[in-house]
Structures are given as structure tokens and as C-alpha cells.
């Protein structure tokens, strides 16, 4: 019993049942709030940003304002979708190892609490976004049906859960050029799409790997759909997917960007594109071997030497424009 009152704790007794374990509901602090928001996930809305720069649009003032708003948005429509996360995941959270210290599944906050704080950030985020752009406001709308069906429907459908993280990735995209105003490429939506349904299957791979090491492990992985006989299969599709990832990035920079005249010297690109292959085999390395402990994105913001090759990837496309 997490946080319950005097009246359930009675109603439990009278029924006889024993009770392996009961904890009194704490006080929430601030650090709960921003760990139930995921404040720190708001990073992976920097992709929002990456058509602002390619589009070469970051000395627009008005694209900036635009790209800034939507960055917050996205971040207040993704916190209401981690809550609403966290509340449908109550009970498995509760039997987890790390997940059980939550600050809903230990009774920190109280669900309906939490539940009616997740609808005020998602209006938010689309009444701020609605001020700047309407198109953008269109696939935000998506990207919220989509994370909201992963969370209680597809999480726990194999192949067809990192599809649908791999789309949503894009879709961060997608509306960082609505907000931008820059054009569309397509190789560039592609290849999105590819590489982060490779990080994504990254994921899901170390956590086939765990478990499988884990004394007396069974087949099955409970919540996920997959099993520990999975990860051959899982390996070669997402090593496999991340190589045409970095094939469709090639052909992006020789049939897209050099067509448009944008960079003076864009063959300081193919840079970019040695440095994306070598930063995603990488964290294949670290994923086949367990050592990948967070989502590919967040592990990125932390670690030196992914920070070091995105600092190396600017200096490359700056000379690009020169």
C-alpha cells in the first residue's frame, strides 16, 4: 500500500489479507516534479533545430522566436505524455528494479494530482505552439496521439514500438521546419526516420542483453513483447538499419545540398557524415555489450566524447559555409 488513507488501510484489514509492504505518502519536492517531467528529455527537442541550420535560417529573427516557442511547447506537450507515462505504468513501475522509485509509483505524488497537472501542460504547449504556427500545431497534435498510443497500446508490441519511436523522432523534425519555414527535403526526413529506428532498436537491444544475463531470466521480457532469444535478431536489423541511415545521409549531402548551392564548400560535410557513422557504431558497441544505460539521445548529452564529435561536426559545418 503506497500513500493510502486510514479509511483503505481499515478496509484492507477487515479483509484479512496480509500486506508485504506499506509505505506512507511523502511530502513532493521540487526535484520529484522535475523528475516526474522529465525536464531533462526536453533535449531531444533540439532536433527542432536542425532545420533552422541546414535551412541556414538561424539569422532570421523571426524563425528563431518561432524555433524557441515550438522548443517549449514540444517540452510541455512531451512532459504531460511522460506523466500520463507514469500513471498507466503504476503497477509494472511498482515491480521494477529502478522504476520503482518514481515519484508516482513510491507515492511521492499522487496520480489524479499528477494526471490533472499533465492535461494543463498539454493545452499549454498547444495554445503556445497555435500562436506560431498552425501547420506545426497540426503535427504536434500527431506527435501527441502517437506517443500517448505508444505508451498504453504499442509499447509493448515488438518491431512495431520502435517504428513508432522512430516516427516520432521525425516528427520533431518535421515541425522544426514548419516553424523554420525552410524547404522539405525528403532524404532528410528519411533519414531521420532510419536512424533513430536504429537508436531506438539500440535500446531495446541492451535491454534484451540484460535481461538475458540476468540469473534465472526467462524467455519472455515482461512489458516489452520481446524475448532473450530475440537479440541476434535485433543486432542485425538495427546495425544493418543504421548503416542505410548513414548511406541515405550520403546521398542527402551529394543529391540535396550540393544541388542547391547553399554551403560555398560543402565538401567539408562528408566530415559530418564520417563523424555520424562513427558516433552511431559507437553506441552499437556500447549497446551490444550492456554498457548503455539511457536512451541513445540522452546518453549523447552526457557523454564527452559524443559532446566532443558534435563540437567537431559544427567546426565541419561551419567551414562549410565560409
Excluded at 50 to 66: D, E, M, T
Excluded at 78 to 86: E, I, P, R
Aim: include cysteine; charge should be positive.
Amino acid at each position: 500500500m503506497v500513500g493510502v488513507s486510514r479509511s483503505t488501510r481499515d478496509a484492507f484489514a477487515r479483509l484479512g489479507c496480509p500486506v508485504e509492504y506499506e509505505t506512507s505518502r511523502e511530502p513532493a519536492r521540487l526535484r520529484d516534479w522535475l523528475k516526474l517531467l522529465r525536464v531533462h528529455q526536453w533535449s531531444k527537442n533540439i532536433l527542432l533545430v536542425v532545420p533552422l541550420i541546414l535551412g541556414q535560417a538561424f539569422f532570421q529573427y523571426h524563425a528563431l522566436l518561432a524555433v524557441a516557442v515550438g522548443f517549449v511547447a514540444m517540452g510541455l506537450v512531451a512532459s504531460g505524455t511522460y506523466v500520463v507515462n507514469d500513471i498507466s505504468d503504476i503497477v509494472a513501475d511498482r515491480l521494477h528494479q529502478t522504476k520503482k522509485m518514481r515519484p508516482i509509483a513510491r507515492g511521492a505524488i499522487d496520480a489524479g494530482q499528477a494526471f490533472c497537472v499533465a492535461l494543463v501542460l498539454i493545452l499549454a504547449g498547444f495554445v503556445i505552439m497555435g500562436t506560431k504556427s498552425l501547420p506545426a500545431t497540426g503535427w504536434l497534435l500527431a506527435y501527441l496521439v502517437g506517443t500517448l498510443s505508444y505508451s498504453l497500446f504499442f509499447k509493448s508490441l515488438p518491431m512495431i514500438d520502435v517504428f513508432i519511436l522512430g516516427g516520432l523522432y521525425t516528427l520533431r523534425v518535421v515541425i522544426g521546419i514548419c516553424l523554420a519555414g525552410t524547404q522539405l527535403s525528403h532524404w532528410l526526413l528519411m533519414f531521420c526516420f532510419f536512424f533513430f529506428f536504429a537508436l531506438s532498436m539500440a535500446k531495446r537491444h541492451v535491454e534484451i542483453t540484460k535481461a538475458a544475463a540476468r540469473p534465472g531470466a526467462g524467455v519472455e521480457i515482461k512489458g516489452r513483447g520481446y524475448r532473450t532469444t530475440d537479440a541476434p535478431l535485433t543486432l542485425a536489423m538495427g546495425v544493418s538499419t543504421n548503416l542505410v541511415a548513414v548511406l541515405i545521409l550520403s546521398l542527402y549531402v551529394a543529391s540535396d545540398i550540393y544541388p542547391r548551392l547553399l554551403y560555398k564548400d560543402p565538401q567539408w560535410l562528408w566530415g559530418t557524415v564520417i563523424l555520424v557513422m562513427m558516433w552511431s557504431s559507437r553506441i552499437w558497441l556500447l549497446s551490444h555489450r550492456g554498457e548503455l544505460d539511457d536512451d541513445p539521445v540522452s546518453f549523447a548529452i552526457r557523454d564527452r566524447l559524443s559532446l566532443l564529435m558534435g563540437l567537431v561536426t559544427c567546426l565541419f559545418f561551419v567551414l562549410s559555409m565560409r
